[in-house]
């Protein structure tokens, strides 16, 4: 069975950094290309950070660009986003995705996602 | 980026009936389009991927036809268990931008 367990938040100030973490076991993982997606309060949705199977390819949404780092450790089945210089825009819920294997950039599984707030 | 215009922002419905939900997309996406389920404290579940493609373990009471820049998800024969939001989300280019969301309603 296919499992993301995402980690990492909470309440932080303004300015501050964060990390977030995701754990996936049911699948190969150094074969999936992977997405960090955030749900803000209003519940809309954005893909901030993308990196696909074998790092060749980073994205990062103009939102975050410079401030939010996506990595991957193989080894460890885990996913990542470093978060730094956070604002209260980038409160949200976290949730980390895999796109389909073999396919492009549709998400056909979700973890259940990690509420970071970003306040003073 | 691509925007997405979901409509209508909500709709009210009953066990039985069937709802049509529309995505347009700012610009052509061809069929690179997925559509999601989401219910309070999940994470959104796959439902149809390119355009028309039914996931895995979907009822066959989903499905979703569209191309270029106008698509539609239509669920027949509503179960209790379809009441929650539904998005769409085009893939043809990053960043992946996702419509504002259905909610459907008893």
């Known amino acids: 069975e296919v499992q993301l367990v995402e980690s990492g938040g909470g309440l932080v100030k303004p300015g501050e950094s964060a990390r977030l973490s995701c754990e996936a076991s049911?699948?190969?993982?150094?074969?999936?290309?992977m997405n960090w997606v955030r749900q803000t309060p209003g519940g809309g949705l954005e893909c901030v950070a993308f990196?696909?199977?074998?790092?060749?390819?980073?994205f990062y949404a103009d939102s975050v660009k410079g401030r939010f780092t996506i990595s991957r450790d193989s080894a460890k089945n885990s996913l990542f986003l470093q978060m730094d210089s956070l604002r209260g825009e980038d409160t949200a819920v976290y949730f980390c995705?895999?796109?389909?294997?073999?396919?492009?950039?549709?998400?056909?599984?979700w973890g259940r996602g990690t509420l970071v707030t970003v306040s003073s | 980026d691509i925007q997405m215009t979901q409509s209508p922002y909500s709709v009210s419905a009953s066990v039985g009936d069937t709802v049509t939900i529309t995505c347009r997309a700012s610009q052509s996406i061809t069929k690179w389009l997925a559509w999601y389920q989401q219910k309070p404290g999940k994470g959104p579940k796959l439902l149809i991927y390119?355009?028309?493609d039914l996931q895995s373990g979907v009822p066959s009471r989903f499905s979703g036809i569209g191309s270029g820049t106008e698509f539609t998800l239509t669920i027949s024969s509503l179960q209790p268990d379809d009441f929650a939001t539904y998005y769409c989300q085009q893939y043809h280019n990053y960043p992946y931008t996702f419509g504002q969301g259905t909610k459907l309603e008893i």
């Open positions: 390119k355009a028309s």
């Open positions: 049911g699948f190969t993982f150094n074969r999936a290309s």
């Open positions: 995705a895999r796109e389909g294997i073999g396919f492009g950039g549709f998400m056909d599984y």
């Open positions: 990196i696909s199977s074998d790092e060749r390819y980073i």
